[in-house]
């Protein structure tokens, strides 16, 4: 089955500059990528997603950029702020049709002011 | 955008009673939901995948007669926790692929 690994699992940053999270995934079947946001205690909440027809994803100051050939995807956070800091994580998925999620471990992102 | 309502948010039992969870859709029907438990400072694991009308299926190592989910209707599934002990303190989550994925918002169980 799929397995997402995710890399680092804490980044420490300081106020202003970029942070990039990456992940690999193994099942060259899925087609979805997404990423989430989850502060302590709450719902992860989709930040960015890209599909595998897609290389490349931006949302202001997010950026998702796939490699289907690789298998890696990553999360680019550029001119970070204090309440970027929370846990992301990557996920893959075969679709959004009753297809899981299979999550990655999870990157806590701590900036510094 | 879609909502799940996710009830309660937090719940503290006895060790050796049962706890229901709920997870409504509001907008839109769920024919699946995914119930997730994700301990502190871990991933979300998956628990088990409810269907409306049919039988839930559980993954690897979660005991069905321990965590049993009902999806009775288009708008509701629920998880009991039966028989809770202190091990099965944790964050519970449902998940409906709707519009990506939406999630509800969480129980955070805690068994003393």
């Known amino acids: 089955g799929e397995n997402v690994e995710q890399h680092p699992s804490t980044l420490s940053v300081q106020e202003g500059d970029s942070a990039v999270i990456k992940c690999t995934y193994s099942?060259?079947?899925?087609?979805?990528f997404p990423w989430y946001k989850q502060e302590l205690g709450k719902r992860p909440q989709l930040i960015i997603d890209?599909?595998?027809n897609v290389g490349e994803k931006k949302d202001q100051r997010i950026a998702v950029t796939l490699n289907k050939t690789a298998k890696h995807f990553s999360l680019h956070i550029t001119e970070t702020q204090p309440e970027d800091s929370a846990v992301y994580f990557c996920?893959?998925?075969?679709?959004?049709?009753?297809?899981?999620?299979?999550w990655g471990a999870g990157t806590k992102l701590i900036i510094k002011p | 955008g879609a909502v799940v309502s996710q009830h309660p948010s937090r719940v503290i039992c006895k060790s050796g009673t049962s706890v229901k969870i709920e997870c409504r859709s509001l907008d839109f029907q769920a024919t699946t939901m995914f119930w997730y438990r994700q301990f502190p400072k871990q991933s979300l694991m998956l628990m088990a995948t409810?269907?409306?009308?049919?039988?839930?299926?559980?993954e690897q190592g979660v005991e069905k007669d321990k965590f049993l989910i009902n999806h009775a209707s288009l708008t509701l599934s629920t998880l009991t926790v039966t028989s809770a002990h202190p091990e099965d303190s944790s964050f519970y989550i449902c998940?409906?692929?709707?519009?990506?994925?939406?999630f509800g918002s969480g129980t955070r169980l805690t068994v003393v």
């Open positions: 099942d060259s079947a899925s087609n979805y």
């Open positions: 998940s409906a692929p709707v519009y990506g994925y939406t």
């Open positions: 890209i599909r595998s």
């Open positions: 409810s269907n409306e009308g049919s039988k839930a299926t559980y």
């Open positions: 996920a893959a998925s075969m679709g959004d049709s009753n297809y899981q999620l299979i």
